[in-house]
């Protein structure tokens, strides 16, 4: 089965692999392998904010994010009221949906945080094209998925630290991730999509505890809230609130 294909949204696909955030399946790749990658029909898709990327039985897809946020939240403890989910947030270089290429008809809610642009493949015809043909793209990926799991420990998983430091050390991750610089002034990043709740759910504190950190960083200047959109006018003083 080919790789899903859709031209509602031409790019150049080219050079899409460059300057993605270290560590991602994209950042990975070498110019070699991306473009022998793109030479078996690879097309972009686009999709609206708050739409959700088509997984599971009926949508055996992996997806490789090229511009956008994501939320992916899965229910490890089920789906009852009051039990959270494990929310994390994946950006521009990362690859979702891998669980489908283990597990057939596998699928974790992933909702589109801002407009998405991404490239959509048959999770049987992404492991064929990996293994026989593209070894290196699969080594690319494992390397990629160990790098998500590690920051995934620092970042979601210090539940013991202060809440102030670990709205730091997410916000400055994002910044790192899925930021990009103001237009009014290049001092600044702008993350858009993750807000508050957001923000809350992925690290599991309550919303105004979130708030709460939130204030006391835009006290000291270090940021500004807007609706799902944080400006942070200092990413090294985020650093150093979340002891990195």
Same mark, same amino acid.
């Given at each position: 089965?080919?790789?899903?294909?859709?031209?509602?949204?031409?790019?150049?696909?080219?050079?899409?692999?460059? =300057?993605?955030?270290?560590?991602?399946?994209?950042?990975?790749?070498?110019?070699?392998?991306?473009?022998?990658?793109? +030479?078996?029909?690879?097309?972009?898709?686009?999709?609206?904010?708050?739409?959700?990327?088509?997984?599971?039985?009926?949508?055996?897809?992996?997806?490789?994010?090229?511009?956008?946020?994501?939320?992916?939240?899965?229910?490890?403890?089920?789906? =009852?009221? =009051?039990?959270?989910?494990?929310?994390?947030?994946?950006?521009?270089?990362?690859?979702?949906?891998?669980?489908?290429?283990?597990?057939?008809? #596998? !699928?974790?809610?992933?909702?589109?945080?801002?407009?998405?642009?991404?490239?959509?493949?048959?999770?049987?015809?992404?492991?064929?094209?990996?293994?026989?043909?593209?070894?290196?793209?699969?080594?690319?990926?494992?390397?990629?998925?160990?790098?998500?799991?590690? !920051?995934?420990?620092?970042?979601?998983?210090?539940?013991?630290?202060?809440?102030?430091?670990?709205?730091?050390?997410?916000?400055?991750?994002? #910044?790192?991730?899925?930021?990009?610089?103001?237009?009014?002034?290049?001092?600044? !990043?702008?993350?858009?999509?993750?807000? +508050?709740?957001?923000?809350?759910?992925?690290?599991?504190?309550?919303? !105004?505890?979130?708030?709460?950190?939130?204030?006391?960083?835009?006290?000291?200047?270090?940021?500004?809230?807007?609706?799902?959109?944080?400006?942070?006018?200092?990413?090294? =003083?985020?650093?150093?609130?979340?002891?990195?």
């Amino acid at each position: 089965m080919p790789p899903a294909i859709d031209t509602s949204r031409p790019t150049d696909l080219l050079h899409a692999h460059e =300057g993605k955030p270290e560590g991602s399946f994209l950042h990975r790749l070498t110019a070699e392998t991306w473009h022998a990658l793109l +030479q078996v029909g690879l097309r972009s898709r686009a999709f609206a904010r708050d739409e959700l990327l088509p997984m599971g039985p009926n949508h055996d897809s992996v997806y490789i994010i090229l511009e956008g946020v994501v939320r992916q939240d899965r229910y490890p403890l089920g789906t =009852g009221a =009051g039990i959270p989910p494990v929310t994390r947030f994946r950006g521009a270089g990362q690859l979702v949906g891998e669980a489908a290429l283990i597990q057939p008809g #596998a !699928s974790v809610d992933t909702r589109c945080l801002t407009s998405t642009v991404v490239i959509p493949c048959s999770a049987r015809y992404f492991n064929v094209l990996t293994e026989r043909r593209l070894p290196e793209a699969r080594l690319a990926l494992l390397r990629s998925l160990e790098d998500r799991i590690r !920051s995934d420990e620092v970042i979601y998983g210090m539940a013991i630290r202060p809440p102030l430091e670990r709205v730091s050390r997410l916000l400055a991750h994002l #910044a790192d991730t899925v930021g990009v610089p103001d237009p009014r002034t290049s001092q600044y !990043s702008v993350i858009t999509g993750p807000g +508050q709740k957001d923000i809350a759910a992925a690290l599991q504190l309550a919303v !105004s505890t979130t708030e709460n950190a939130l204030r006391t960083l835009r006290y000291h200047g270090v940021l500004e809230a807007r609706y799902r959109q944080f400006v942070i006018h200092d990413v090294d =003083g985020l650093r150093h609130l979340a002891g990195a």
